[in-house]
């Protein structure tokens, strides 16, 4: 629970609001995620540990503005996730709900450690290493940007087990990296210290392989869940920074074990870490098992005019919708432009422009008929594959929308209805809501809704 002080930029009824101050009230304890069976999250369960964190923090939900709810890492993969979303985003429309498969967890937790805005202070590059419970997610960020991320199946709860180390549950990569070190094991066999601390060691080794730069090893390639980095080598890495669960024992936080590998991975990582890195490379996170979850609440009310284009102005208003923003340039070609959309849907775990999410676009160049064409002919091949039907709405930067959707709709005939509006300013992480046109001149009103983060950046 935080305390947000918004301080208005500029004088005008329409700028923006940023975070003057932020007091954290009240964390809770950590709960690992509570499951009914394999398949299913224990909805009581979640439901009780809420209820008592605001009774500990002495609030009711009536007392909060706005939060954010996100399910990440294996519960996502569970059966009764997007129930327990819509849940929530029914109880309190003051709420950004969101489900985040890797690549947005990771780009979550560059956000939430600090990284991105440290590199965005020194203009130089970080990598964001958030070690979770199932996956390691890696984000690469140059100039405050995030530019590259990955995901490889190395995490401390591949192995769970009980009081008496006897195994509880086993995830498929742990078997392949045990059956890779020649000593396989099943639940309700006793894990060993000496399994305990090969099986550490063996994903040490899978991490620095993967962020070595250099041609992965077998079994590394075998655990990716993504393309691997691309750079030479960690000398062109300026900090680096480790975030999630395991991150609490590299920097020394807690000793507290959760019946998994945390504490013996964390203490063979930062032993690597220190003997591999160069002297001030290793910084510390602003957030670490918390990265992912700072909050959510910065306000923006914005407005777009008549050059907006609306297709079908019946599917307004909208609210929550999720942006990925895209840089693209007049230089770039058509091709060049349709993977820069793709990486930014990447982003976020998806591959199409569907009608839960806003393509922001951020055009460098004064912009002509031909390279609007080749723009439009880029988001018209990434709704191809997506939901027949299902609106497209993209926002822009500069007053190209009306355009840009005439192009879409008249020319290219594309199976959507378009909502494309412009002047709009939006980042990674944002969300917006879009209003029905208002008056005479049909002004459209946008909020946008971000994502709250630590206001101090990664440290050393």
Known sequence: FSKLVLRREGAGLSSKFVVASRDILYRSPIMLTPYVDGTLIDVEKVTAFINESYASAGFTPDDIDTGAVVITGEALKKENSQPIIEHFSEDSGRFICATAGPMHEALLAAHGSGAVAMSKHHANAVLDIDMGGGTTKVSLIQGGEVVQMIAVEIGARLIAYDDDMTITRIEQPAHTIMKALGDPVKVGEKLTPEQQQAFSEKMADILFDVVGGGKLDPLSASLMLTDPLHYDSLDEIDHVVFSGGVSEYIYNRTTESYGDVGPVFGAI???????????????????????TVIGAGEYTLQASGSTSYISTADVLPVHGIQVARALIDKEQSGEEVRKAILTALGKYDVSHLNGDMALALSVAGQPDYWYIRRVAEAIASVTADGPSGAPAFIVLDVDVAKSLGGILVEELHVDRSVIAIDGIEVGDLDY???????????VIPVTVKSLIFALRSASG
């Open 432 to 442: 917006i809501d879009i209003g029905k046109p208002m008056g005479v001149s049909e």
């Open 269 to 291: 990582v930062r032993k690597r870490a220190d003997a591999t890195l160069k002297k001030g490379v290793l910084v510390e996170s602003a957030e670490g098992i918390r990265a």
